[in-house]
């Protein structure tokens, strides 16, 4: 047995034990996901996991010209396009008190020509800590604008796999254009229990072939099953992944393993920073997306100071660095960046935060 693997079984264990003693503490915190304001429920539908979850309709445009645009951002305003007036006019947006821009909504109920398809999710409208999977998360949004946007450069006849699907919002967006996905989560029943109803709910609207897996960031001992799927995939998704930090620090862990795991992968990774006062830094900070980005920094070798990042014209990306990294007997070089919004297309009905971060991992095996 090599090192690696050694340390592998280790880390899963640790990870494990420690795991476990945060468990009950997590079933004490109730929270609820500001996603549900905007969501529009359908109590026409009745839900197939849980009588007691709501199906929300969420409303898109698969249209090149999306309804509206994000655009360069600043402290006190959001300028955006708009699909529906001249491109050399330019509507100003407002941000409400806590810096969230306030953006035109469709009425509950109401249908809009820009958005002219649907899909259904059922999902609870708040959950304990230890059940933050079943909502949905800000950061699906803006990570199925992305898929949909990027759809031909990125996800189109590819095989793709969604790490912490949760109710698998972002694996049905992509599987309108993917060849496969895979979605992964717990292997829990009341996890894969609920994407399995919600691609039931969206059968109509999902072309891929599709394959539910369990894959547990805390356990590092994969099936050969689940080996060759991630193998096999191309593109790596994930959303609203880290609100815990033992999590956190299991999600990097297997993206460590993902990124030299088979063919060159291009990684997309969605989190909103949620801000908190602390005690022990005396100040409002974000520590679960902090925590990430140390974890994201010891795995590539990296320091990664977002103070630095600065808007380009290129519309992808504001920073870019590149790494190589060596695991288990393999190297991969790496490339990162902090994907740029600004002029970000809105394809879903929802309300844009600047507090949510897009970034773009990719790799390349080297031989």
Request: charged residues 25%; proline residues 2%; negative net charge.
């Amino acid at each position: 047995m090599d090192m690696d693997t050694t340390d592998d079984q280790d880390e899963t264990t640790d990870q494990q034990t420690n795991h476990e003693s945060d468990a009950e503490a997590n079933k004490l915190v109730t929270v609820v996901s500001e996603v549900n304001l905007f969501l529009t429920i359908d109590n026409s539908i009745q839900p197939l996991h849980n009588s007691s979850n709501s199906v929300a309709k969420i409303r898109f445009s698969l249209s090149t010209s999306p309804l509206l645009l994000w655009s360069s951002l600043t402290e006190a305003s959001y300028s955006i396009s708009s699909a529906a007036v001249d491109s050399s006019q330019s509507q100003i947006l407002e941000t409400d008190k806590d810096g969230d821009i306030e953006v035109p909504r469709i009425p509950k109920g109401q249908n809009h020509n820009s958005y002219d398809q649907f899909i259904l999710i059922e999902h609870m409208n708040s959950t304990t800590l230890d059940l933050v999977a079943h909502q949905i998360w800000r950061g699906a949004f803006v990570l199925a604008d992305f898929i949909l946007e990027h759809a031909n450069k990125y996800f189109s006849g590819k095989t793709i796999l969604e790490l912490g699907s949760g109710t698998g919002f972002s694996s049905i967006v992509v599987s309108i254009v993917a060849k496969k996905v895979i979605v992964t989560d717990l292997d829990d029943e009341n996890i894969t229990g609920l994407i399995k109803a919600n691609f039931t709910h969206n059968i109509d609207i999902s072309k891929s072939e599709i394959s539910i897996e369990p894959l547990d960031f805390l356990n590092l001992n994969w099936t050969k099953e689940i080996e060759n799927l991630v193998a096999e995939s191309e593109v790596i998704i994930a959303a609203d992944v880290i609100y815990h930090d033992r999590i956190t620090e299991g999600f990097v862990i297997t993206l460590k393993k993902i990124l030299v795991t088979g063919k060159a992968k291009n990684i997309f990774i969605a989190l909103e920073k949620r801000y908190v006062f602390t005690l022990s830094d005396l100040d409002i900070v974000a520590p679960a997306y902090d925590h990430f980005l140390k974890e994201l920094e010891s795995l590539l070798c990296l320091q990664l100071d977002e103070s630095k990042f600065q808007d380009v014209d290129d519309d992808e990306s504001v920073s870019s660095t590149r790494s190589v990294l060596n695991y288990s007997g393999k190297k991969v070089s790496i490339s990162i960046k902090n994907l740029c919004l600004a002029k970000f297309p809105i394809h879903f009905n929802y309300e844009p935060s600047k507090d949510v971060i897009l970034w773009h991992i990719q790799s390349f095996p080297i031989s």
